[in-house]
């Protein structure tokens, strides 16, 4: 039997149409997670954009990376409009994930 993968690119935002971030995972909420305390050092944890705002999942690992790489590419605007034909009101889609872990 064939085991059935999941790959997600996203994209988190400091704050309302604050600094974006697009990645790619495996483990949408692992690497949310990751984010949010700022466990590795870079650009997302310098800039604290660690709100998920927007994910396409996918099961071919080819065409995840495909995509992220081609959004890395887009103008800002569009990346603005891509989240906000999804996600309008700019809701923490990972919100709800940590907040028992983070005594929230």
């Known amino acids: 039997m ?3 993968h ?3 690119v996203y994209i988190l935002a400091s704050k309302i149409r604050g600094t974006l971030y697009i990645g790619i995972t495996n ?3 692992r690497r949310a997670y990751e984010h949010k305390i700022g466990i590795k050092k870079g650009f997302a944890q310098k800039y604290g954009v660690n709100r998920l705002m927007y994910f396409e999942a996918f099961q071919n690992i080819n065409e995840a990376i495909k995509r992220e790489k081609n959004l890395k590419k887009w103008k800002r605007d ?4 891509l989240i906000e034909e999804e ?3 700019w ?3 990972s919100q ?3 907040d028992n872990i983070l005594g929230v």
């Not at 569009?78 to 409009?81: A, G, L, P, S």
Request: proline letters at 0%; a positive charge.
């Open 96 to 98: 709800d994930w940590f």
């Open 87 to 89: 996600n309008k009101k």
């Open 78 to 81: 569009w990346k603005i409009r």
């Open 27 to 29: 483990d949408l909420q």
């Open 2 to 4: 064939k085991t059935i």
């Open 91 to 93: 809701v923490n889609l």
């Open 6 to 8: 999941q790959y997600y």
